[in-house]
């Protein structure tokens, strides 16, 4: 079974450019995380979809970002305009629902896509 | 709001020695409590999961436990191997499928 896969695994560019990062979740998986460290901070929550509705964006720092889920596949986080504050590792995770009682409830990370804001 | 405190921050140790890394939190109304190990430049891996109504869980040379009216958890790891160095990070959700809330992670340096 194929993990979380995250492209691109780095992205350099310039403050005001625009970048889009990409989420595979496991396949099957409702639920799909996108997760943010900075640099000598703990990750912190950003945005949740179950399926193709996002079910928390509490975390979403400004609306300079823009998650999507069309479909309920994969997800698209973009950041426009980029600023210098937004350099850091973006995780995505994914987890299975609740299936006739059975906790499913670890969720699955994908290897981050390190972003440096020039 | 949760918040999850690891203690220490950073951790050497010689091969073989067995170590425990310590995982507090705020808020005890929680649903299940997760450590991961993230390897420089990788992502998380999910190493033991235990939910609230267990106290421990082993996996290996791991050893996880949990005591959710102290708000503490602890990470057991067994004759440590070089191998073993990584950031190990405790995470907490506060409900099912909910966003974790994660510790900055004890970084365990295992000298050969």
């Known amino acids: 079974e194929a993990g979380v896969t995250q492209f691109p695994s780095h992205s350099v560019i310039e403050k005001g450019q625009t970048v889009t990062l990409r989420c595979d979740p496991i396949?099957?998986?409702?639920?799909l995380y996108w997760y943010r460290r900075v640099m000598g901070k703990e990750i912190k929550f950003l945005l949740h979809f179950v399926k193709e509705s996002k079910q928390d964006e509490s975390g979403m720092p400004n609306n300079r970002f823009l998650a999507e889920r069309t479909g309920g596949t994969y997800s698209t986080l973009k950041v426009q305009p980029a600023e210098l504050e937004d350099s850091g590792v973006y995780f995505c995770a994914s987890s299975p629902r609740k299936f006739r009682g059975f906790n499913t409830d670890t969720q699955y990370f994908g290897p981050g896509t390190r972003l440096t804001v020039l | 709001k949760q918040e999850v405190t690891q203690i220490p921050a950073a951790l050497s140790v010689p091969e073989g020695e067995n170590l425990v890394l310590n995982c507090s939190f705020t808020d005890s109304a929680i649903y299940n409590l997760q450590w991961f190990r993230q390897d420089p430049g990788k992502g998380l891996t999910s190493l033991l999961l235990?939910?609230?109504?267990?106290r421990e869980q082993t996996s290996g040379r791991l050893n996880a436990s949990l005591d959710k009216s102290s708000g503490r958890s602890t990470l057991y790891i067994a004759a440590s191997q070089p191998g073993d160095s990584a950031t190990y990070l405790c995470?907490?959700?506060?409900?099912?499928?909910?966003?974790?809330?994660f510790g900055k992670g004890t970084r365990l340096s295992v000298i050969a």
């Open positions: 235990i939910q609230s109504s267990q």
């Open positions: 995470a907490v959700p506060n409900s099912g499928n909910t966003p974790l809330v």
């Open positions: 396949s099957g998986h409702d639920n």
